[in-house]
């Protein structure tokens, strides 16, 4: 047995596993809900728009009734399609959200359990690469476990989500190229029918990046169950 582990199971289910699924909850359950009405409010604007021009004084030499709906069109999508990609951004924004809450619960374990006192205000030993040696030095591969290429990918995706275009954007590109089809997250568009390699420039505004609940959920599992595997893995070693 490695590192207290026994109490670690009940503190990693107590404090680690349940901030997780409350983050996933209420994502799903809180927040997206939200924005269920967005197309509703779109039609409203659409037509109060084009109820205010009509009200108005018009010159039907310059103006006529569908250049005033295809303005009041106009509006609603805006604001249709500018809800939606604050839709989108909320949904991949949750990516590095996951990835980074489980590297600091993980990293909390490193610095009371494996680090000495007196290294672990010291910046140099707060890395996840540190705790993999110092398991790796008891016979321990942390890196072995079936959740960490899963969550591996997750940073990825986190590193993705906050800095666009760059070496972990091709990483992701190549992994899981169907997160940049529009496609994937909106059933309505049909896919492009000839692939190629999309540039990042905006995924934290809902754009380049298309990532659906579904995919964060399967990402958020993940880091949920590493906990329980982790102590097992603890509690045999």
Do not use: C
């Given at each position: 047995?490695?590192?207290?582990?026994?109490?670690w199971r009940g503190?990693?289910q107590?404090?680690?596993?349940?901030?997780?699924?409350r983050t996933?909850?209420?994502?799903e359950?809180r927040?997206l809900p939200t924005?269920?009405?967005?197309?509703?409010?779109?039609?409203a604007?659409q037509?109060?728009t084009?109820?205010?021009?009509?009200?108005?004084?018009?010159?039907?030499?310059?103006?006529?009734?569908s250049m005033?709906?295809?303005?009041?069109?106009e509006?609603g999508?805006?604001h249709y399609?500018?809800?939606?990609?604050?839709?989108?951004?909320?949904i991949?924004?949750f990516?590095p959200?996951l990835?980074h809450t489980w590297?600091?619960?993980?990293?909390a374990?490193h610095?009371?359990?494996?680090?000495?006192?007196n290294e672990e205000r010291?910046n140099?030993?707060l890395r996840?690469e540190v705790?993999?040696t110092?398991?790796?030095?008891?016979?321990f591969?942390?890196t072995q476990l079936?959740?960490?290429s899963?969550?591996?990918?997750?940073r990825i995706?986190?590193?993705t989500?906050?800095?666009?275009?760059?070496?972990?954007g091709?990483q992701?590109?190549?992994?899981?190229?169907e997160?940049?089809?529009?496609h994937?997250a909106?059933?309505g568009?049909?896919?492009?029918?000839?692939?190629?390699?999309?540039?990042?420039y905006r995924p934290?505004?809902?754009?380049?990046?298309y990532?659906?609940?579904?995919?964060?959920?399967?990402?958020?599992?993940?880091?949920?169950?590493?906990?329980?595997?982790f102590?097992?893995?603890?509690?045999s070693?």
């Open positions: 047995m490695l590192h207290n582990a026994t109490f503190y990693f107590r404090m680690f596993k349940s901030h997780l699924e996933l909850e209420a994502l359950h927040l924005f269920d009405g967005i197309e509703a409010e779109a039609t604007l037509e109060k084009y109820n205010d021009m009509m009200s108005m004084p018009l010159d039907p030499d310059v103006v006529d009734e005033l709906a295809e303005a009041a069109f509006a999508y805006k399609s500018g809800m939606e990609s604050v839709r989108q951004a909320l991949n924004s990516a959200i990835y590297e600091q619960q993980l990293l374990f610095r009371k359990e494996v680090l000495h006192p010291k140099k030993f996840v705790l993999q110092r398991l790796m030095d008891k016979g591969d942390i079936s959740t960490w899963t969550i591996d990918e997750l995706l986190a590193n989500v906050k800095h666009a275009d760059g070496g972990a091709d992701l590109k190549a992994r899981r190229p997160f940049f089809e529009p994937h909106k059933a568009i049909a896919a492009m029918p000839i692939r190629y390699t999309p540039s990042i934290m505004s809902g754009e380049d990046l990532l659906t609940m579904a995919d964060l959920l399967a990402y958020g599992r993940a880091t949920i169950d590493f906990w329980d595997e102590a097992d893995a603890l509690e070693a």
